[in-house]
């Protein structure tokens, strides 16, 4: 037969192959508070300016609380015949209640209700990551607490660089998940606006109220343009970029605790909780969760780019490839929120082997700058002939097999006359580290001034 909602122009049903591509309950079925929260705030506002009745508003608010927990209980039939949650809530709204369902669609279209519905999914899970990104900030500011003295290796093209605390290696992913929640915050505060009375795209010619609604649903106000409002996904696309750029992120933490847990660095190692075992080879211990959060990032960054896709090139207003903004979102969404977990997890867990840590930071040469720096400062020689100086210093000790620190004062002597014992007063790594004090430098007091600012920070709402 032909369709319930808008059979009077229908002879004949869908295809099958058509309800097979159009029906999207299968996943907006996740919608259904948001749906069921927006009818309640539409009918009660329809209510108040007279344009449907009192008792009409009760029934239709006492059938979609019925139909709410029907959907809590598992109780309820979704069909794919009804397409979508909101025609799925509307019909058994109709069957709960009779003809006075058959208002509750008054002043209002699909799109204006499905702008609505997915808003405040997007607002809700944008909420819930916030709250995530502030959890893993809090474990790193304690990591980076505990090990603001801890001397590892600052790497650049992975090769040993210099001397850095690993509180401040830390303390860089605190600044970048801090910046990912910031963004989570600007998003937020652009989709505080109410699709609702939108309408199809035109608005409508019944004196609704959508301040009032756009109130009850926790906004501070409603949009401004109808045709705008069921022609955007801003929010949905704003809420993926903040997402890949935070699962970017995560994947370069997750990469690097790949690298720093096998036993060639054994830098941390990660707990039995968040590891696992080989089916064949006893020894081993592999960091399976690590490796999956560096794998999300790829289905969260496609995520972004299928719906960009999707939107780039549709004229106003509404078209149907809208309705495939809700899976990528969806899966997004899911998969941030796991992988924040996880990295929380695995963060607040590792053991931090700090004589490991240090061994390495010795290695490479990694004082060969503060050799130059002393030169430089302590000689008053120019910082590229103090480089030249250092750079024969390092070719001595390699041709020995010995750190910087283990060559003789004669050694250095033979290089450049003007070197004192003094030198050997910045030759180890925790020297050099202490001795970077420069604001937003790696020495230890550096290092908890930042852990300080980044507590009062997140204090603050
Ligand atoms: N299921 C649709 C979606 O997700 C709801 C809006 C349908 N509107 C329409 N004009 N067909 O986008």
Request: zero cysteines.
């Given at each position: 037969g032909s369709n319930q909602m808008w059979g009077g122009r229908f002879a004949t049903g869908p295809a099958a192959i058509m309800e097979e591509i159009n029906a999207s309950i299968d996943y907006d079925r996740k919608l259904y508070a948001q749906d069921i929260e927006g009818s309640i705030a539409h009918a009660t506002m329809l209510a108040d300016t007279h344009i449907i009745s009192a008792e009409d508003r009760d029934k239709i608010v006492h059938g979609l609380n019925t139909i709410r927990s029907e959907i809590e209980q598992g109780e309820f039939a979704f069909s794919r015949k009804l397409e979508d949650i909101h025609m799925n809530v509307e019909a058994r709204l109709s069957e709960l209640i009779g003809p006075a369902a058959g208002r509750l669609h008054t002043a209002r279209s699909r799109n204006d209700q499905v702008a609505l519905d997915f808003r405040m999914w997007v607002r809700a899970e944008a909420e819930k990551t916030a709250a995530a990104l502030k959890r893993l900030i809090e474990v790193l500011l304690a990591r980076a607490e505990e090990h603001a003295k801890t001397v590892m290796p600052g790497f650049t093209h992975l090769q040993t660089a210099q001397p850095v605390t690993f509180g401040h290696h830390c303390m860089a992913y605190v600044e970048m998940f801090g910046r990912d929640l910031s963004r989570m915050r600007d998003c937020l505060e652009r989709m505080d606006e109410c699709p609702l009375g939108a309408a199809a795209l035109a608005g409508t010619g019944f004196p609704i109220d959508r301040h009032q609604t756009a109130q009850a649903l926790g906004f501070s106000g409603p949009t401004r343009n109808s045709i705008d409002t069921v022609s955007d996904r801003d929010f949905a696309l704003e809420f993926m970029a903040a997402a890949s750029i935070c699962a970017t992120h995560l994947s370069r933490m997750a990469e690097e605790i790949v690298i720093w847990s096998t036993p060639q660095f054994g830098f941390v190692t990660l707990s039995d909780a968040f590891s696992t075992g080989s089916s064949i080879m006893p020894q081993k211990k592999n960091p399976d969760a690590a490796e999956l959060v560096r794998a999300k990032t790829g289905r969260i960054n496609g995520n972004l780019v299928a719906l960009l896709t999707v939107m780039k090139g549709l004229p106003l207003a509404y078209s149907k490839d809208m309705q495939e903004d809700k899976e990528a979102v969806f899966d997004a969404a899911e998969s941030l929120e796991l992988a924040l977990a996880a990295m929380t997890g695995m963060v607040a867990d590792m053991t931090v082997n700090a004589r490991a840590m240090k061994k390495a930071a010795g290695?490479?040469?990694?004082?060969a700058t503060d050799l130059a720096d002393w030169l430089v400062r302590e000689l008053g020689i120019p910082f590229r002939e103090a480089h030249h100086v250092t750079g024969r210093a390092v070719a001595l000790a390699e041709e020995k097999g010995v750190g910087l620190e283990k060559l003789s004062l004669s050694d250095l002597q033979s290089i450049h006359d003007g070197i004192t014992e003094d030198v050997f007063s910045v030759l180890t790594v925790e020297k050099s580290a202490a001795s970077r004090k420069s604001f937003g430098g790696t020495a230890p007091q550096e290092v908890r001034r930042q852990v300080r600012y980044w507590k009062k920070k997140l204090a603050k709402p």
């Open positions: 290695s490479g040469y990694s004082t």
